[in-house]
């Protein structure tokens, strides 16, 4: 079996909140094989954002353990974080907010390159060239600022900034999210070419099951901190087992008007993140609950890959 680019074990990001303490992410594990895009959604809350910003230490960890290429990376500091700095990187889900409106196009894409220390001014001038060619942004563009750019011009910025110090992992959070439609399918399409190519390994953070069904190689369901299911993009949309993610999944809308899939409405209130009891926390939400739901949860391998939290998944399933 080859290692994975990336593994997590067991990770956790916890913030102090008046009242407690909220459990932004908590027990998290996964891997990512090279070349490969691991999909995570869930709605807004979760912690999606959260688990990709504490993986490339934007925010550093609780608890728990992250491994690039089979080193552990978790508590890295100044020299080295730097090095796993260039190793892994984000492109951000406003293009506009994460780019500084001072900089000019050739200025952004070039900041990443005078950071590393390590190329000269002509080697700059020509890997932004190199950069903007590659994402298809028009030379004529170089002296232009982010204001006078569209929303997909700028994430194309952002995606070749991300790209200037030859990265092998970037968590993409929410990248396509405020494009419009057509221009979403142009940078989703910029960012399979690119990972072919390159052999890029992707954390596609999103809330569109659309989008994540057309990306992913394998998907992530959280909820409220936790992964409650795990498993292959294809085997999710036919076998999903967790009823959380069920419900997710009868939310997309259908042009199908003789097969009219039936919406699960789920009832109750949301458990509070901030410092929650043991046990599974959609249990006050699903339909399915029992007494021993509140009890501590394990991850279990329902069928050959397919991971689900919860310890009714062969009962509701049979």
Same mark, same amino acid.
């Given at each position: 079996?080859?290692?994975?680019?990336?593994? $997590?074990?067991?990770?956790?990001?916890?913030?102090?909140?008046?009242?407690?303490?909220?459990?932004? +992410?908590?027990?998290?594990?996964?891997?990512?094989?090279?070349?490969?895009?691991?999909? +995570?959604?869930?709605?807004?809350?979760?912690?999606?954002?959260?688990?990709?910003?504490?993986?490339? #230490?934007?925010?550093?960890?609780?608890?728990?353990?992250?491994?690039?290429?089979?080193? !552990? $990376?978790?508590? +890295?500091?100044?020299?080295?974080?730097?090095? $796993?700095?260039?190793?892994?990187?984000?492109?951000?889900?406003?293009?506009?907010?994460?780019?500084?409106?001072?900089?000019?196009?050739?200025?952004?894409?070039?900041?990443?390159?005078?950071?590393?220390?390590?190329?000269?001014?002509?080697?700059?001038?020509?890997?932004?060239?190199?950069?903007?060619?590659?994402?298809?942004?028009?030379?004529?563009? %170089?002296?232009?600022?982010?204001?006078?750019?569209?929303?997909?011009?700028?994430?194309?910025?952002?995606?070749?900034?991300?790209?200037?110090?030859?990265?092998?992992?970037?968590?993409?959070?929410?990248?396509?999210?405020?494009? !419009?439609?057509?221009?979403?399918?142009?940078?989703?399409?910029?960012?399979? &070419?690119?990972?072919?190519?390159?052999?890029?390994?992707?954390?596609?953070?999103?809330?569109?099951?659309? $989008?994540?069904?057309?990306?992913?190689?394998?998907?992530?369901?959280?909820?409220?901190?936790?992964?409650?299911?795990?498993?292959?993009? &294809?085997?999710?949309?036919?076998?999903?087992?967790?009823?959380?993610? %069920?419900?997710?999944?009868?939310?997309?809308?259908?042009? !199908?008007?003789?097969?009219?899939?039936?919406?699960?409405?789920?009832?109750?209130?949301?458990?509070?993140?901030?410092?929650?009891?043991?046990?599974?926390?959609?249990?006050? %939400?699903?339909?399915?609950?029992?007494?021993?739901? #509140?009890?501590?949860?394990?991850?279990?391998?329902?069928?050959?890959?397919?991971?689900?939290?919860?310890?009714?998944?062969?009962?509701?399933?049979?």
């Amino acid at each position: 079996m080859t290692q994975p680019l990336i593994e $997590v074990r067991h990770l956790k990001k916890y913030f102090p909140v008046n009242g407690g303490t909220l459990h932004a +992410v908590d027990d998290v594990s996964f891997t990512i094989e090279k070349g490969k895009t691991l999909g +995570v959604v869930g709605e807004s809350g979760c912690g999606k954002s959260t688990l990709g910003r504490t993986l490339i #230490h934007l925010q550093e960890s609780t608890d728990g353990q992250i491994l690039l290429d089979g080193k !552990d $990376v978790t508590k +890295v500091r100044k020299k080295e974080l730097k090095a $796993v700095r260039e190793k892994m990187q984000i492109i951000f889900q406003d293009p506009y907010s994460s780019i500084d409106p001072r900089f000019s196009i050739d200025e952004t894409i070039k900041e990443p390159l005078i950071v590393s220390g390590r190329y000269s001014r002509k080697e700059m001038v020509q890997r932004a060239e190199e950069l903007m060619e590659l994402v298809g942004i028009d030379e004529r563009l %170089r002296r232009a600022y982010p204001h006078e750019l569209d929303g997909g011009r700028r994430q194309r910025v952002g995606i070749a900034r991300a790209l200037a110090l030859e990265p092998d992992f970037i968590v993409c959070d929410e990248p396509v999210s405020a494009l !419009d439609v057509s221009i979403q399918a142009q940078v989703l399409n910029l960012l399979k &070419k690119l990972q072919i190519e390159r052999g890029l390994t992707y954390m596609f953070i999103t809330h569109d099951m659309s $989008v994540v069904r057309h990306i992913s190689d394998d998907i992530c369901v959280m909820y409220l901190g936790q992964m409650v299911e795990k498993c292959a993009s &294809k085997e999710l949309f036919r076998n999903p087992l967790h009823p959380y993610t %069920r419900a997710l999944l009868s939310a997309i809308p259908s042009t !199908d008007i003789h097969h009219r899939q039936e919406r699960i409405r789920l009832k109750g209130e949301i458990t509070s993140p901030v410092d929650p009891e043991p046990g599974c926390r959609f249990a006050a %939400r699903c339909p399915f609950a029992q007494e021993k739901c #509140h009890a501590p949860q394990h991850q279990i391998n329902a069928s050959d890959g397919h991971f689900v939290t919860c310890c009714r998944v062969h009962e509701i399933n049979a």
